[in-house]
């Protein structure tokens, strides 16, 4: 009987002491102390954890609530961080009955940021398809977690391109005027196809193997801030992808939205400040899917706010990012959305975010605009939204040219300059001709190089943050811009081994491609130190002619721009133009290099552009 009960006290001591392994995942995988929260939820994940208990082994973590999902393999638990925490390793301890199971969670000291940096309209931003701008590993093109492969030859495949071609190529975007990079998502997309544009998220804490790993993000980062070059990221919290890992196993039935089949969107942003919208029509337009492989988040569910309020400061703080761009800002409930980014701006008060609201008006694209004077007293907190009304004037008053009828070619561009009373921050607008959802500029204007240039030069000049599309600097253009997004996100000419073309070096650029560069580089650089294209004011006068003039001005200074988008030449009438020259008699053009004296006989080339500095 002693040996029996000694052999049976020794078992249940040895099965008190095993480890359950019931964790597969912690996220956020690790946290900081100092954050101006002191409040964290942690959601675990493992086979049956919700029958656990978990507990604390530092009084320095309180354990406030934990809360139990539909389903039994996840618990939330809420710690509050209790001053005087250090950084280090804290230890939980989960048990059931007599199994227990000890895990360690991280807390790091933060990296100081006084010298953070956030974009700006001091900024050019240069966007980025990873996958189709520059391979400079081949070896990581394909992965043994990813179900599609690489094949270079289809048009929605994976190309292989990734986070060390763009490390690669920081000094060649540094020298043509890039001051910072707006990356399309990098996050792990494993769906079984078209996971290119990294928009169906598979794991918000990975980025994709294919693309790299999350230190070498990080490097990313670093490299380009020692550069001047800022990285801003890309977040979609209003949808993830059929492959993520949490597809086969909700936490909650309402953690996405759910229908009897698919049921997609209706797009009808319009229904959120529509005074007249049914509720069933904003409904769809907010819990409908945004396609096929993208299951829609309902940021409604406190938990599901939670964890993307998390997971975008982790990342902030983790990589050091310089700002965010939010995917289809107007398609998740737009009160959850702007809690969302209150809740990032109290971390970081400083930072710029700017959403995607694709709207065709300035009244539309107001209302998302934070502080905005909506009559529903609406406001989404957003720091910067993307110019769309802009975009559409630039796409179509190009080939406008001649002497076209009312309301046409350059008066378009003046037209949506005009409706900027409506904004609170005009200048703080992303402006844009073209990006990876759209025909590309050179497209837009008809395969015109003339035209192209005059494109750049408004860019360049226009009040609010201008955003270029990876190579646009070389005209870089689909052949057929009917056919799709796969084979209008070309690959950068250089960006693979083997490639005859190399932007990056310039080798065998055309004599067009060369003189285009050269354009863009100079009047890009220029911007960088020009503080008055970055916070100036804007007078423009109504285009005559198709001769659009605007001055971008501040108490020290003034540059005038002048667009001729006509088909002949010229004669500029300085006279029209007198209360902006009161205080000047000459310039000088930034692109040619010519001195202008203001009232001598001045003929403006046709399809031409003139940056001229007053003095």
């Known amino acids: 009987m002693v040996k029996r009960f000694f052999l049976l006290l020794f078992l249940f001591i040895s099965y008190g002491n095993m480890k359950a392994n019931v964790i597969e995942r912690v996220e956020p995988p690790n946290w ?33 609530r934990v809360h139990k999902a539909d389903s039994p393999n996840y618990l939330f638990v809420d710690l509050v961080l209790q001053d005087g925490i250090k950084a280090g390793d804290y230890t939980f301890t989960l048990s059931r009955g007599v199994t227990r199971e000890s895990f360690s969670y991280t807390l790091n000291k933060r990296e100081p940021r006084d010298d953070f940096k956030t974009f700006s309209s001091a900024d050019m931003v240069y966007l980025i398809m990873p996958d189709r701008f520059a391979n400079g590993d081949p ?79 990080k490097d990313l980062v670093k490299q380009a801030k020692s550069r001047g070059i800022k990285i801003i990221k890309d977040i979609v919290p209003n949808h993830c992808g ?25 797009y009808a942003m319009s229904t959120h400040f529509d005074p007249y919208a049914s509720k069933v029509d904003n409904d769809l337009c907010t819990r409908g899917w945004f396609d096929t492989s993208m299951p829609d988040m309902n940021l409604k569910n406190p938990f599901v706010l939670n964890y993307f309020i998390q997971n975008a400061i982790w990342w902030v703080e983790w990589s050091g990012i310089s700002g965010i761009r939010v995917d289809t800002f107007p398609y998740s409930d737009k009160f959850a959305i702007a809690n969302w980014i209150k809740a990032i701006l109290q971390e970081y008060p400083s930072i710029n975010i700017v959403g995607e609201a694709w709207f065709g008006s300035a009244q539309e694209i107001a209302y998302w605009e934070g502080g ?20 559409d004037a630039i796409q179509k008053a190009f080939l406008e040219d001649g002497d076209p009828g009312w309301g046409e070619g350059m008066f378009r561009i003046y037209r949506s300059l005009a409706l900027d009373n409506i904004y ?8 844009f001709g ?17 035209k192209f240039k005059m494109a750049l030069t408004l860019l360049a000049t ?34 693979w081994s083997g490639d005859s073309k190399n932007v990056f070096t310039g080798e065998l650029l055309t004599p067009i491609e060369s003189d285009v560069l ?43 721009i002048i667009l001729n988008n006509n088909n002949r030449d010229i004669k500029l009438d300085w006279s029209r133009y007198a209360e902006s020259l009161e205080k000047y008699t000459k310039g000088k053009d930034i692109i040619s290099g010519l001195e202008y004296v203001v009232g001598q006989e001045t003929i403006i080339e046709a399809q031409s552009s003139v940056i001229i500095e007053l003095y």
Not at 256 to 266: G, L, P
Not at 424 to 431: D, K
Not at 546 to 558: A, E, I, K, Q, W
């Open 32 to 64: 900081w102390v100092g954050m101006n929260s002191n409040k964290l939820q942690l959601m675990l994940y493992g086979k049956d954890i919700s029958y656990y208990k978990i507990d604390s082994n530092s009084d320095l973590i309180k354990i406030e």
């Open 139 to 217: 070896s990581n093109d394909n992965h043994k977690d990813a179900q599609e492969i690489s094949n270079r030859l289809e048009h929605y495949g994976r190309h292989g391109g990734d986070i060390e071609g763009i490390i690669k190529s920081l000094d060649y975007l540094n020298s043509i005027g890039v001051t910072a990079i707006w990356s399309t998502p990098m996050l792990f997309d494993n769906e079984p196809e078209a996971s290119y544009h990294g928009y169906a998220c598979a794991d918000y804490y990975r980025i994709d193997p294919r693309f790299g790993s999350n230190d070498m993000y």
């Open 242 to 266: 059929m492959a993520h890992w949490w597809m086969s196993d909700l936490p909650f039935e309402d953690w996405i939205h759910k229908f009897d089949s698919f049921t997609r969107s209706n």
């Open 372 to 391: 905005a004077r909506n009559a529903d007293g609406y406001n989404s907190y957003l720091p910067s939204v993307m110019d769309f009304p802009l975009y």
């Open 424 to 431: 609170v921050n005009p200048i703080g607008l992303m402006v």
């Open 434 to 450: 073209d990006n990876h959802d759209t025909h590309r500029l050179f497209h837009a204007v008809g395969y015109d190089t003339k």
């Open 462 to 495: 226009i009040r609010g943050v201008p955003q270029i599309y990876y190579g646009t600097e070389i005209m870089l253009s689909s052949l057929d811009g009917t056919l799709g997004h796969g084979p209008e996100r070309v690959n950068m000419p250089g960006g």
């Open 518 to 560: 050269k354009h863009f580089s100079k009047i890009f650089n220029w911007r960088k130190t020009s503080e008055i294209i970055h916070v100036g004011n804007t007078k423009h006068y109504w285009p005559t002619d198709n001769l659009y003039v605007y001055f971008r001005y501040t108490d020290s200074g003034s540059v005038m």
